[in-house]
């Protein structure tokens, strides 16, 4: 079974610049998550959607970045105009609800796109 | 700020040791999760404790929960050099569905 998918895995551009990072989900799962991590701020959620609808964006940083899920199996953290800040690895996970636990089981995550802005 | 707090930030012990890691959470959850993130790779789900159990065993991990105290624990025992990584406490609040993940904990086993 293929896991979490994200694409590249590592992107270097200069600042000012538009980043697209890229998921594919497990298949199945209808919860996906976006996440951020650095040394200062640890694992950050960014945002997450449930039947690809944005339920709760509260962690995006800025108007600077946008977040999309057109269909089940695809989902994109786009960010413009990029800035050094936003250097991070970049995670996305997926999970599914869990009828018993009444939550969502634990996620599975991509191996992240570490991002680096000059 | 982030919901679980991981204690300590590093530890290093020998291999054949067990190791202790202890997370503490502010308010009311569903379940508590263990991850592990080896280095340049996502993190992976170790063990789920819900919030009407109070330990749970995998292998060679041992999970505690004391929902009065707020706290878990994650205990490795028999430590390998693989277990070389960074543990993270995840929890879920009730009723909700996002997953607050803690600062971690640095675990190296040496060989």
């Known amino acids: 079974d293929a896991g979490v998918i994200q694409s590249p895995r590592h992107e270097v551009t200069e600042m000012g610049q538009e980043v697209t990072l890229r998921c594919k989900p497990i298949?199945?799962?209808?919860?996906l998550f976006w996440y951020r991590q650095t040394m200062m701020r640890g694992l950050e959620l960014l945002i997450y959607?449930?039947?690809?609808?944005?339920?709760?964006d509260s962690g995006m940083p800025e108007d600077r970045f946008s977040a999309k899920m057109p269909n089940a199996s695809f989902s994109t953290l786009k960010i413009q105009p990029s800035e050094p800040r936003d250097s991070a690895v970049y995670f996305c996970?997926?999970?599914?609800?869990?009828?018993?636990?009444?939550?969502?089981?634990?996620?599975?995550f991509g191996d992240g796109t570490r991002l680096s802005i000059l | 700020s982030q919901q679980g707090e991981e204690d300590p930030q590093a530890l290093s012990i020998q291999e054949g040791e067990n190791a202790t890691m202890n997370c503490s959470y502010k308010?009311?959850?569903?379940?508590l999760q263990w991850y592990r993130q080896n280095s340049g790779r996502g993190l992976v789900h170790l063990i789920l404790?819900?919030?009407?159990?109070r330990e749970k065993h995998s292998g060679r991990l041992r999970v505690t929960l004391d929902t009065s105290k707020k706290s878990s624990s994650l205990l490795i025992t028999a430590s390998r050099a693989a277990d070389t990584a960074s543990y993270f406490c995840?929890?879920?609040?009730?009723?909700?569905?996002?997953?607050?993940f803690g600062a971690g904990t640095r675990l190296f086993v040496k060989a």
């Open positions: 995840a929890t879920v609040n009730t009723g909700g569905f996002k997953t607050i």
């Open positions: 404790i819900r919030s009407n159990e």
């Open positions: 308010t009311s959850i569903n379940n």
């Open positions: 959607f449930n039947n690809n609808v944005p339920i709760d």
């Open positions: 298949s199945g799962h209808d919860y």
């Open positions: 996970a997926s999970s599914h609800r869990d009828s018993v636990l009444l939550s969502n089981q634990p996620q599975h």
